[in-house]
């Protein structure tokens, strides 16, 4: 559910967002394609993918149409809201609301490739030609 600032009151558990990224991935599927998915890379029930998808319904998370004895689900939540949400939640509960804080963090624990660096670089020149000092 999100609040007026297009934010959730909670987080999807980690179980719901691996179901949301194959949603956001396929734009929408039946509980039998997302628990095939899944099983691919774990050990899972059908009948555990299917309460999960219910749950999701219910919580607002995804939308639920049923074809005939097929029931469709479709995310009602965007990705970039979910990680927006998630990362203003990090910085503000384990950085103390800093956000450089994060990004140091982030960039010493990580070996980031030249590609990357390229981008973080241009974000960086966006940034400063957005919000002259």
């Not at 070996?111 to 002259?132: C, D």
Request: hydrophobic fraction near 40%.
């Amino acid at each position: 559910m999100l609040t007026d600032h297009n934010k959730f009151e909670y987080f999807p558990t980690d179980a719901e967002l691996e179901i949301l990224q194959i949603l956001w991935k396929n734009g929408s599927a039946t509980v039998r394609e997302v628990f095939e998915q899944l099983a691919l890379r774990k050990d899972i029930k059908y009948t555990t993918a299917l309460k999960l998808m219910q749950i999701m319904h219910e919580k607002g998370l995804c939308s639920r149409v049923a074809q005939g004895k097929l029931h469709i689900y479709k995310p009602l939540v965007q990705d970039d809201q979910v990680k927006m949400t998630m990362v203003d939640s990090i910085v503000d509960q384990v950085f103390g609301g800093a956000a450089m804080e994060l990004v140091l963090q982030t960039l010493g624990n990580y070996q980031a490739t030249p590609n990357e660096l390229k981008e973080i670089k241009l974000m960086i020149e966006k940034l400063e030609k957005s919000n002259p000092s």
